[in-house]
Protein backbone atom coordinates (compact mmCIF):
# COMPACT_ATOMS: atom_id res chain seq x y z
CA UNK A 1 0.00 0.00 0.00
CA UNK A 2 1.40 3.40 -0.98
CA UNK A 3 2.18 5.83 1.75
CA UNK A 4 -0.66 8.55 0.05
CA UNK A 5 -3.34 5.95 0.69
CA UNK A 6 -2.27 4.73 3.99
CA UNK A 7 -2.23 8.85 4.97
CA UNK A 8 -5.67 9.47 3.27
CA UNK A 9 -6.99 6.19 5.31
CA UNK A 10 -5.75 6.77 8.75
CA UNK A 11 -7.79 10.33 8.64
CA UNK A 12 -10.66 8.57 7.07
CA UNK A 13 -10.35 5.83 10.20
CA UNK A 14 -9.56 8.73 12.68
CA UNK A 15 -12.89 10.97 12.06
CA UNK A 16 -14.88 8.03 12.01
CA UNK A 17 -13.87 6.80 15.38
CA UNK A 18 -14.27 10.30 16.30
CA UNK A 19 -17.87 10.37 15.26
CA UNK A 20 -18.12 7.10 17.15
CA UNK A 21 -16.49 8.66 20.18
CA UNK A 22 -19.67 11.09 20.24
CA UNK A 23 -17.58 14.01 18.42
CA UNK A 24 -15.73 15.08 21.77
CA UNK A 25 -14.36 18.60 21.65
CA UNK A 26 -11.31 19.44 22.57
CA UNK A 27 -11.96 19.98 26.20
CA UNK A 28 -13.78 16.72 26.57
CA UNK A 29 -10.75 14.54 25.33
CA UNK A 30 -8.76 13.00 27.71
CA UNK A 31 -5.09 14.04 27.95
CA UNK A 32 -3.01 10.72 27.94
CA UNK A 33 -0.72 11.47 25.35
CA UNK A 34 -1.84 8.00 23.06
CA UNK A 35 -2.03 8.36 19.18
CA UNK A 36 -6.13 8.21 19.81
CA UNK A 37 -6.17 11.85 21.92
CA UNK A 38 -3.95 13.08 18.94
CA UNK A 39 -6.16 11.96 16.42
CA UNK A 40 -9.14 13.25 17.96
CA UNK A 41 -7.73 16.50 19.31
CA UNK A 42 -6.35 16.96 15.22
CA UNK A 43 -10.47 15.84 14.07
CA UNK A 44 -12.09 18.42 17.01
CA UNK A 45 -9.56 21.03 15.47
CA UNK A 46 -10.21 21.09 12.11
CA UNK A 47 -13.91 21.09 12.82
CA UNK A 48 -13.61 23.86 15.37
CA UNK A 49 -11.41 25.70 12.63
CA UNK A 50 -14.23 25.23 10.05
CA UNK A 51 -17.09 26.49 12.33
CA UNK A 52 -14.80 29.81 13.20
CA UNK A 53 -14.35 30.40 9.43
CA UNK A 54 -18.11 30.53 8.59
CA UNK A 55 -18.91 32.23 11.71
CA UNK A 56 -16.62 34.75 10.36
CA UNK A 57 -18.77 35.08 6.91
CA UNK A 58 -15.83 34.73 5.00
CA UNK A 59 -16.56 35.41 1.05
CA UNK A 60 -15.61 32.02 0.16
CA UNK A 61 -17.38 29.87 2.75
CA UNK A 62 -15.84 26.68 1.50
CA UNK A 63 -15.88 26.00 4.95
CA UNK A 64 -19.47 24.49 5.57
CA UNK A 65 -19.44 22.34 2.38
CA UNK A 66 -16.12 20.71 3.44
CA UNK A 67 -17.71 20.22 7.13
CA UNK A 68 -21.05 18.89 5.14
CA UNK A 69 -19.27 16.77 2.91
CA UNK A 70 -16.76 14.79 6.33
CA UNK A 71 -19.49 14.42 8.09
CA UNK A 72 -21.77 12.91 5.36
CA UNK A 73 -18.86 10.81 3.70
CA UNK A 74 -16.75 9.79 6.48
CA UNK A 75 -18.77 9.90 9.76
CA UNK A 76 -22.19 8.81 8.72
CA UNK A 77 -23.13 5.57 10.75
CA UNK A 78 -19.30 5.65 12.09
CA UNK A 79 -20.56 2.32 14.08
CA UNK A 80 -20.30 -0.30 10.90
CA UNK A 81 -17.39 -1.04 8.46
CA UNK A 82 -17.54 0.51 5.12
CA UNK A 83 -18.50 -1.38 1.88
CA UNK A 84 -16.68 -1.95 -0.89
CA UNK A 85 -17.82 1.64 -3.22
CA UNK A 86 -19.49 2.69 0.24
CA UNK A 87 -17.63 6.17 0.28
CA UNK A 88 -17.88 6.93 -3.40
CA UNK A 89 -21.62 6.20 -3.38
CA UNK A 90 -21.72 8.64 -0.71
CA UNK A 91 -19.62 11.17 -2.24
CA UNK A 92 -22.02 11.31 -5.37
CA UNK A 93 -24.92 11.38 -3.27
CA UNK A 94 -23.57 14.45 -1.72
CA UNK A 95 -22.31 15.95 -5.20
CA UNK A 96 -26.06 15.43 -6.09
CA UNK A 97 -27.58 17.05 -3.40
CA UNK A 98 -24.98 20.06 -3.65
CA UNK A 99 -25.52 20.36 -7.15
CA UNK A 100 -21.52 19.91 -7.49
CA UNK A 101 -19.34 17.47 -9.27
CA UNK A 102 -17.56 14.60 -7.47
CA UNK A 103 -14.42 15.96 -8.05
CA UNK A 104 -15.20 18.40 -6.05
CA UNK A 105 -16.81 16.67 -3.47
CA UNK A 106 -13.19 14.42 -3.14
CA UNK A 107 -10.92 18.45 -2.91
CA UNK A 108 -13.52 19.42 -0.19
CA UNK A 109 -12.43 15.76 1.40
CA UNK A 110 -8.85 16.06 0.77
CA UNK A 111 -8.62 19.66 1.99
CA UNK A 112 -10.35 18.08 5.48
CA UNK A 113 -7.53 15.42 5.51
CA UNK A 114 -4.87 17.69 4.81
CA UNK A 115 -5.95 20.30 7.64
CA UNK A 116 -6.06 16.85 10.11
CA UNK A 117 -2.27 16.46 9.58
CA UNK A 118 -1.31 19.83 9.75
CA UNK A 119 -3.06 19.43 13.54
CA UNK A 120 -2.03 16.15 13.97
CA UNK A 121 1.80 16.99 13.80
Known amino acids: ?9 R ?3 A ?3 WARAGCPSIWEIRQDGSDTERDFRACA ?9 ET ?7 SAEIRRAVEEVYMEHPERRLRRNEVSMRVRR ?3 EQYVSERVVYRW ?3 ARTLWWKFRE
Open 1 to 9: MSECKRDRD
Open 109 to 111: LAK
Open 15 to 17: FRR
Open 45 to 53: SVFAMLRKD
Open 56 to 62: WGRENNA
Open 11 to 13: ATE
Open 94 to 96: VAC
